[in-house]
Every structure is written in structure tokens, then in C-alpha cells.
Nanobody
């Protein structure tokens, strides 16, 4: 099993940047596919980005391509989400997700482990 703890969310102005972190417990972090999802009030949780466990391949939602970057540091058991050129519509609670030996899915139900979320607020 793995436990996930997100951090880094805060209030930021539109056009600004923010980096979210997700720290994972356990000794096998490198063997977990990792993902970021977000959920705005009144909306369903949606896929943002993912990074595979094996070769570091990344996948992004169309809405964040070119602005967000997912990366991982296996030595630190941490996955990051660098968010640039933030827009008001990016405001949401951002969740980290994990699944063992997993490549990618933008479907919420395919992920096994979730963090508690971190709030990102973007002012216009």
C-alpha cells in the first residue's frame, strides 16, 4: 500500500505559477504509476496528468497541455505538478493518485490510492 500527501496549493493570480507536490510512503514508489486529478465545486473529478512507473511517459488533459508538467523524483518518493499560466478555471482541489505497475488512465476508477487533496485558488 501507499499513502499520499499533497501540498503546495494556495491562492495565486491568473497568469502565475504554482508547483504541487505529492509525497508517497513506502519503499516501492518507483513501481507506481502516478497521476494528478482535480475537482472544482459542483463538478466531477477530472484527469489532469499522469506519469508511468516504467519509462516516465507522461500524459495530459487537453486543457492543461503546454502549461502543466508532471514529473517524479523516485529518490524522494515525490511526484510534482508544475502549473504555469494559471487560469481561473484551473481553480480546484487537486488530488494525487497512484496505482501499482500502472501506466496511465484518465478514468478516476482505475486508480487505487488517493491523497486528501490540496486547494488551488486562482484569482482573476
Amino acid at each position: 500500500q501507499v499513502q499520499l500527501v499533497e501540498s503546495g496549493g494556495r491562492l495565486v493570480q491568473a497568469g502565475g505559477s504554482l508547483r504541487l507536490s505529492c509525497a508517497a510512503s513506502g519503499r516501492t514508489f518507483s513501481r507506481y504509476g502516478m497521476g494528478w486529478f482535480r475537482q472544482a465545486p459542483g463538478k466531477e473529478r477530472e484527469f489532469v496528468a499522469s506519469i508511468s512507473w516504467s519509462n516516465g511517459n507522461t500524459h495530459y488533459a487537453d486543457s492543461v497541455k503546454g502549461r502543466f508538467t508532471i514529473s517524479r523524483d523516485n529518490a524522494k518518493n515525490t511526484v510534482y505538478l508544475q502549473m504555469n499560466s494559471l487560469k481561473p478555471e484551473d481553480a480546484a482541489v487537486y488530488y494525487c493518485a497512484a496505482r501499482f505497475l500502472f501506466t496511465n488512465s484518465d478514468y478516476v476508477g482505475r486508480w487505487d490510492y488517493w491523497g486528501q487533496g490540496t486547494q488551488v485558488t486562482v484569482s482573476s
